[in-house]
């Protein structure tokens, strides 16, 4: 689980872009309590993370620790996901992204990459419902070459069905990759200038970033998602900057 206060601005931006399709009727609901009956720490709202990320991983190993097939390890995640969602709402968190398959989860065995090419797009058919009373806007992030294409309108569906929410949004990473995405960036750029858009002294960092994607969780679940923001809530955050916890030379006993 990843936190900060940074995040890329074509989130950013897709958040601000004007909204022309379904439109809510109905009132944003709060999301339902844990059923431990525990309660969000009370953090002041600068210390909050503006992003979160989180890599499903482990699921497959948490089922064989059982004695369990590594499937029934990805089913049980479902809820831990939706229940986070809830924690994060609760928190105040704004972005939350959420690694479900990634470019590398190919290499697994045939069976399992169609398991979870099915449960993704049921998940969301399950859980866009939810999400929505709850006022959560849904992104998609990753590449469209090799998903099934059912999965692809499942995505687009829920961007499209959630778009005018704006409590949290949740960032589905599927078939997305780090170096993936760079690789498609450079190959966008590249293009650009071979046609004469984009000229090569003009390439800056912002450039690279308006190519770039939108940009063991069975045991988590909101509680495990508050210790985490309460953690980084008490780090000593310096921004690149450093200080030497030695004194200066000279100055020791003054």
Same mark, same amino acid.
């Given at each position: $689980? &990843?936190?900060?206060?940074? /995040? *890329?601005?074509?989130?950013?931006?897709?958040? @601000?872009?004007?909204?022309?399709?379904? !439109? #809510?009727?109905?009132?944003?609901?709060?999301?339902?309590?844990?059923?431990?009956?525990?309660?969000?720490?009370?953090?002041?709202?600068?210390?909050?993370?503006?992003?979160?990320?989180?890599?499903?991983?482990?699921?497959?190993?948490?089922?064989?620790?059982?004695?369990?097939?590594?499937?029934?390890?990805?089913?049980?995640?479902?809820?831990?996901?939706?229940?986070? $969602? &809830?924690?994060?709402?609760? /928190? *105040?968190?704004?972005?939350?992204?959420?690694? @479900?398959?990634?470019?590398?989860?190919? !290499? #697994?065995?045939?069976?399992?990459?169609?398991?979870?090419?099915?449960?993704?797009?049921?998940?969301?058919?399950?859980?866009?419902?939810?999400?929505?009373?709850?006022?959560?806007?849904?992104?998609?992030?990753?590449?469209?070459?090799?998903?099934?294409?059912?999965?692809?309108?499942?995505?687009?569906?829920?961007?499209?069905?959630?778009?005018?929410?704006?409590?949290?949004?949740?960032?589905?990473?599927?078939?997305?990759?780090?170096?993936?995405?760079?690789?498609?960036?450079?190959?966008?750029?590249?293009?650009?200038?071979?046609?004469?858009?984009?000229?090569?002294?003009?390439?800056?960092?912002?450039?690279?970033?308006?190519?770039?994607?939108?940009?063991?969780?069975?045991?988590?679940?909101?509680?495990?998602?508050?210790?985490?923001?309460?953690?980084?809530?008490?780090?000593?955050?310096?921004?690149?900057?450093?200080?030497?916890?030695?004194?200066?030379?000279?100055?020791?006993?003054?």
């Amino acid at each position: $689980m &990843a936190l900060g206060r940074s /995040l *890329g601005k074509n989130l950013e931006k897709s958040q @601000a872009k004007q909204f022309n399709g379904r !439109r #809510r009727t109905t009132p944003v609901l709060a999301p339902y309590p844990h059923p431990s009956g525990a309660v969000p720490p009370a953090i002041p709202a600068e210390f909050i993370p503006r992003h979160v990320a989180i890599v499903m991983d482990g699921n497959g190993r948490w089922a064989n620790q059982r004695g369990l097939p590594r499937i029934e390890g990805h089913k049980a995640g479902e809820p831990a996901l939706l229940d986070v $969602m &809830a924690g994060a709402i609760e /928190l *105040g968190i704004e972005y939350v992204s959420v690694y @479900a398959f990634s470019t590398e989860n190919w !290499r #697994r065995s045939p069976e399992e990459v169609r398991f979870l090419m099915g449960f993704n797009k049921d998940v969301l058919r399950r859980q866009r419902n939810q999400l929505d009373e709850w006022g959560v806007r849904i992104r998609w992030s990753g590449r469209r070459p090799k998903l099934w294409g059912s999965v692809i309108r499942e995505l687009e569906e829920a961007e499209d069905y959630t778009r005018g929410n704006s409590t949290c949004t949740l960032n589905m990473c599927v078939n997305y990759g780090g170096r993936a995405e760079i690789a498609d960036a450079v190959s966008a750029i590249a293009e650009e200038v071979a046609q004469g858009r984009l000229k090569p002294g003009a390439i800056t960092e912002r450039t690279i970033q308006k190519f770039l994607d939108e940009p063991d969780l069975p045991d988590v679940d909101r509680r495990t998602l508050w210790e985490a923001v309460e953690i980084y809530a008490q780090r000593d955050r310096r921004y690149g900057g450093a200080v030497d916890a030695a004194p200066a030379a000279g100055t020791q006993g003054t």
